[in-house]
């Protein structure tokens, strides 16, 4: 089944306490995006990469590092968590050579950072 | 820069009636716009998208949405509603300017179908 999955679904974390949230699609996809969705400001877009070794910063990349080291992964990293990044995280992932594809989303990640 | 506009938070509407979610954009040159529902506690799914051609699109589940370049709208319609879509709906734009691929979501519009 085509898919992109988020590990974990849910984390309560600590302030300052570095996490990594796991994004992996099975399409082959060269096209994949971070998301943070908080109520009223709808999808912010934090990180994408528009292939292996090829990143750049979204609206609100502030706090976060991603990785894109192989095709199908594309990890989001908090090296320090703060309590402003309590949000649902989702990832997504599209083909993007040449013409206009829609995204595929994963699941979600809740995160509470205390 | 770029963004999109939801006007309504929420729109109610009776099961049966016709539905309309509205969605205005702003880009530099030509606009590829994409709606997507979210329901709870699900990730989002795709519903339909205008690239060019026909301003009237039609998407899943029975839904269209009509592109009206000239009041930079593309509002989502559905004829008849159904309980079941109710749901939280986001309307996005790209920009069609080369291979960047930032994708900007509006901040989503929950419709809410009354048996």
């Known amino acids: 089944e085509a898919q992109v999955t988020q590990n974990p679904r849910y984390l309560i974390t600590v302030t300052g306490k570095k996490l990594t949230v796991t994004c992996s699609q099975n399409m082959n996809h060269e096209y994949m995006s971070w998301y943070r969705q908080d109520p009223g400001l ?3 877009q934090i990180y994408y990469s528009m292939n292996v070794e090829v990143t750049d910063k979204g609206d609100v990349p502030e706090g ?8 199908r992964n594309f990890p989001l990293i908090l090296e320090s968590p703060s309590p402003n990044q309590t949000s649902l995280y989702f990832c997504a992932s599209s083909l ?12 979600g990640t809740r995160l509470t950072v205390t | 820069a770029q963004s999109v506009a939801q006007p309504e938070d929420q729109v109610n509407v009776a099961e049966g009636n016709p539905l309309t979610v509205k969605c205005t954009y702003s880009v530099s040159g030509n ?10 506690n699900r990730g989002l799914q795709f519903l339909l998208k205008y690239i060019t051609g026909d301003n009237l699109v039609k998407g899943s589940y029975g839904f269209e949405a009509e592109f009206n370049k000239s009041q930079t709208s593309f509002h989502l319609k559905k004829p008849s509603a159904l309980v079941s879509d109710s749901a939280l709906y986001f309307c996005a734009v790209r920009d069609n300017l080369g291979g960047y691929q930032k994708v900007t979501f509006g901040t989503g519009t929950k419709l809410q179908v009354i048996p």
């Open chain 1, 96 to 107: 993007s050579s040449g013409r206009v594809y829609e995204q595929y989303f994963g699941p």
């Open chain 1, 64 to 71: 976060y590092k991603v990785s894109r080291k192989e095709k």
């Open chain 1, 42 to 44: 709808g999808l912010r």
């Open chain 2, 31 to 40: 606009p590829y716009l994409f709606w997507y529902v979210q329901y709870p």
